[in-house]
C-alpha cells in the first residue's frame, strides 16, 4: 500500500512512522524547510528554545514513550523554588505553583472563583471528548460564548478576570470567541482545567532536552520526508488519490493523509471537491493567535526574587511567563506569551516597538532588570504561510453541534490528521501523535 | 492604469465596469464558465428562475438604476392576494404580508415579540455600520451570540421561534452562529429587522424581468471577462501586481481587485504573504449555508386557497418560501429556502430524499396539491467550488470586534469587493453593486 502524507508535523511524521513500519509505502510532503510544523527549534543566548509546542504532561503517555524510545531525555519546566505571580484588577498576590491552586482573593471573590471552577469542572464531566455534540444539552451549551458562561457564572471581576486570562493562556482567544461546549471538551479532552494550567503534574510539567523538536527530527529519521514541498491539490476518486505539489510534481497513492490545521487543510485544491459540510467545517475552524516571545539575562535573576518566572496577569500584551531557562541554570531565560486580542495588536506594531511592549511587560513583572535582556527573540505563529495560527484551531458558538461529527472521518480516501482531531490531549503535542496514530490505524484496518 | 479584477459576481462586475469608464485597462477572471457569481439565472418548466441572489429592495437605488441603464425591468414579488402562512409551535397564523406586520399569538406571547422587537431595534439604531466595533458597548455586543440574546430577551417559545426563523431566513445560519453585534449591524446596513423580512417596502419587493442574472451579463458587456479561468495566485509589491491562473497565464497589473467571498480570497496563494489580521480575517468569515429549491405547478394554486405562497415556519427542512411564479402567472413556482442547520442535515441525504424532504414541506404548508409538481429544481450553494456557502458571510462572536477594521482596507496593491464588505445593503445585490464600486473609486483616487 502506498500512501502520502502531507504536513511533517508531529501527527504527520506519527501517521508516516506507524504506516511505514507496517509496511506501507510512504512518502511525506512537507512545505516547509524543515519537519516539525508546530514544533521548532530555536536559540537564544545559546541555549536551545522552542519557538512552538514545548511541553509534555502528566499523562502524555505516548510523548513520554517517543522521548524513550528515541533516545531522549525530559527535564522538569522550572517550578522549584519561589512562588507565581498573579496580578489581577492591578492587586498582585504570590501563589505556590501547585496544581489546583488559586490566587489569594477577598473572600468574597474567593468563594465566586471556587463556585465558577466547581461548576465547570462539573459541567466538563458531562462531556464525552469522543463526541461533545451527542451531550444532552449540547446545543444550550454550543449556542453560547464561553464569555456568556463567565459573566453570568462569575460574579466578581477578580473572578471573571481569572476565568479570562486562563481562557488567553489555553486557548491563544478570548472568552468570546468559542463557545462554552469547545472550553468544555476541551477541557475534559485535557483531563480537566486545573491540569491544563499546571506545571507540575499538570500539562506543562516536562520539556525534551534540547528542545521537542528533536522528537519531530528523530521521527522523520528513517522516513522519505520531501521537505520545501508545499502541495497544491488532491485528486481522488474510488480507486487512488495524486497529490500535485505546486511545482508540478505529482505523487499517486492509494490513500493520503492530510496532517494540516484545518484552515489550511481546507485551501488545497480537491477535486472532486469536498462536500459542503467538510467544507464548511474548514471554513468555521480558525486558528487562535499567540505569539511567543523571549529574552535571555545573564541569570534567572527572578529566582532570587523568590518568583518562579510564571505570571498570569490580566494586563498585556504579555499576560503569561514560564522560566524556561537551561536546566543547568547558566542563563536565564524567560518565555511571555502574547495571545488573542493582545496578540492581534501588538502583532501589526514595527519591531521595535513589539520588542519594548514585551520587556515593559516583564520589568512590570520582574522588575528593571529584565529591562536589558542580552537576547531577544519572537514568533508571531499567525505570521506564518504554512500555520496561520497557533496553537490550534477553537469552535466558535454552533461548530461542534453542526459540524462535530464530519471533523474525524475521511472522505473517500482522505484522511485526517492533526492536534485539532484528537479525542484526548487535543491540542498539545501529545494529542498530535494520538490523531497521527489513530489515522494510521483506520487506513491499515482498511 | 491596468487592473485584474479576480470574479465576475456583481461586486467584481461593477467595480470592472466603473474602473473602465474611467478610462482604465481592466480584465475580469472569472473561474467559472458564466458571469454572476452568486447570481444565477436558471429556469422550471420554461420559466426563468433565479438560483440565487434574486431581489432588488426598496431603497437599493444602485440596482434599480442599473436595471434602467441596462434596459430591463423589474416587477413586484408577487405578494398582493391572501395572506402570509406563519407556523410556530405546531399553530398556524395567517398575516397579512405588510412590513412589519407580526403573527396573532396569544397575548402574551405577543407582548414578548413587540418588546423583544423593540429592545432590538433600539439596539441596532445606536451601531454605525460602517464602524460596528467603534460602539460604546462593542465588546459586550460582539461575546455573545444572537442566540444568547434571543434567550435573554424573549421570554416565550413563540417569541424566541419567531427570533430564530427570522434568523435563518436572514442569515441562512443558525441565532448560535453569530454574535448580537454582527445580527444589529446586519440589521442596521439593511434598514432595519422589518425590512429585511419584508416584501412590499422591503428587500424582497422587486424582481428583475428575465431574471437578475442579466443585469450581471449586461454589465459584463463591452467588459474583458475571462470565464472559465480560475486563479490561483496574487505576486505583489510596491510597483505593481502578477495574478496567476491554476492554468498557469499571468495577468500584469498596477492593482487587482479581489473580488471573492472572503473565505475564497482567504484561499488564494498571496506573495508575499497576507499579514497575520487579514488572513487570520479570512478565517474567520464563513459562509451561511442554504440551498434554494424549486417545484412548479400548473397553476399558483395556492393563492386560490388565500395564500400568498410566504411562509415563515419552525419545522423544516423547508422553513421559508415565496411563490416565484412568473408575472403572468401562466405557471406556478414555490420556492423553498432550506437554511443553517436543516441544510446540513438536508444536504447529506441521496438526492431522492432531498427532493421528497422539500415536498413534504410544501404539501404541509399548501396542501396535497403541492405533492405532484411538474418540475423540481435545487441549489445547494455550499456545495458549489467557486461559492461554498450562501447568502454571505456571518462574523462569529469576537470577530467585528477583533478584525472590523482590517475588512476593507487594502493590503497594498490588492483591493477588496464583495457583499460582505457593503456599509449599507449588506448582504444583498446592491451590497455588491456598492462595495464593487467604493473599490473603484478607491482605486481612482490613488
New interface residues.
Given amino acids: 500500500m502506498k500512501v502520502v502524507v502531507v504536513g511533517a508535523g508531529l501527527a504527520g511524521l506519527s501517521a508516516a512512522r506507524e504506516l511505514h513500519r507496517a509496511g506501507a509505502e510512504v512518502v511525506v510532503l512537507e512545505a516547509r524547510d524543515r519537519v516539525g510544523g508546530r514544533v521548532e527549534g530555536g536559540e537564544i543566548a545559546g541555549c536551545p528554545i522552542e519557538l512552538g509546542g514545548t511541553w509534555i504532561g502528566e499523562g502524555h503517555t505516548r510523548m513520554h514513550g517517543l522521548v524513550d524510545e528515541l533516545g531522549l531525555e525530559t527535564f522538569r519546566t522550572w517550578n522549584d523554588e519561589g512562588k507565581m505571580l498573579i496580578q489581577l484588577g492591578g492587586k498582585r498576590a504570590l501563589v505556590a505553583s501547585t496544581k489546583g491552586a488559586v490566587p489569594r482573593l477577598n473572600p468574597v471573590a474567593l468563594a465566586d472563583l471556587a463556585q465558577g471552577l466547581a461548576r465547570f469542572g462539573r459541567l466538563a464531566r458531562s462531556i464525552d471528548p469522543a463526541r461533545p455534540w451527542a451531550h444532552p444539552k449540547a ?1 444550550l451549551l ?4 464561553f ?2 458562561w463567565v ?1 453570568r457564572t462569575l460574579r466578581t471581576p477578580s473572578g471573571r478576570a481569572y476565568f479570562r486570562v486562563a481562557t488567553e493562556a489555553i486557548f491563544a ?5 468559542f ?1 462554552l461546549l469547545h472550553a468544555l471538551f476541551y477541557a475534559v479532552s485535557n483531563t480537566d482545567l486545573e491540569t491544563l494550567l499546571a506545571v507540575d503534574h499538570g500539562a506543562q510539567q516536562d520539556r525534551v532536552a534540547g528542545g521537542s523538536v528533536l522528537v519531530a527530527q528523530r521521527l522523520a529519521d528513517g522516513l522519505d520526508v520531501k521537505v520545501s514541498t508545499p502541495v ?1 491539490s488532491v485528486t481522488h476518486d474510488d480507486t487512488d488519490v495524486a497529490v500535485t505539489t ?1 511545482a508540478g510534481e505529482t505523487f499517486t497513492a492509494d490513500r493520503v493523509v492530510v496532517a494540516l490545521p484545518p ?1 489550511l487543510a ?2 488545497l ?1 480537491y477535486d472532486p ?1 469536498l ?3 467538510r ?2 467545517l474548514t ?2 475552524l ?2 487562535g ?1 499567540v505569539a511567543k516571545t523571549f529574552a535571555a539575562y545573564p541569570t534567572p535573576f527572578w529566582r532570587e526574587q523568590g518568583l518562579n518566572g510564571q505570571i498570569a496577569s490580566d494586563t498585556g500584551p504579555v499576560k503569561v511567563t514560564f522560566d524556561v531557562s537551561p536546566p543547568d541554570g547558566r542563563t536565564g531565560v524567560l518565555l511571555g506569551f502574547v495571545e488573542g ?1 493582545e496578540a ?1 495588536r501588538w ?2 506594531l514595527p519591531e521595535a516597538q513589539r520588542r519594548q511592549a514585551v520587556l515593559d511587560s516583564f520589568v512590570r513583572y520582574f522588575g528593571p532588570q529584565a529591562a536589558d535582556p542580552t537576547a531577544y527573540a519572537e514568533k ?1 505563529w ?2 506564518e ?1 504554512f500555520t ?2 497557533c496553537y490550534g484551531a477553537h469552535f ?3 461548530v461542534w ?3 462535530g461529527d464530519t471533523l474525524r472521518p475521511p472522505i473517500g480516501r482522505i484522511h485526517w490528521a492533526g492536534a485539532e482531531y484528537a479525542i484526548h490531549w487535543n491540542g498539545y503535542m501529545e494529542g498530535a501523535v494520538r490523531s497521527g496514530s489513530s489515522t494510521a490505524q483506520e487506513i491499515l484496518k482498511r
Same sequence: chains 1, 2.
Fill in positions: 446545543h454550543d449556542g453560547q460564548t464569555e456568556t459573566r482567544a478570548d472568552a468570546g470567541d463557545s497544491a505546486r484552515t481546507g485551501r485544491l471537491v462536500p459542503a459540510w467544507d464548511q471554513q468555521k480558525p486558528a493567535t486580542s492581534r502583532q501589526r508571531d499567525s505570521a504561510e496561520r495560527g466558535a458558538p454552533g453541534t453542526a459540524y
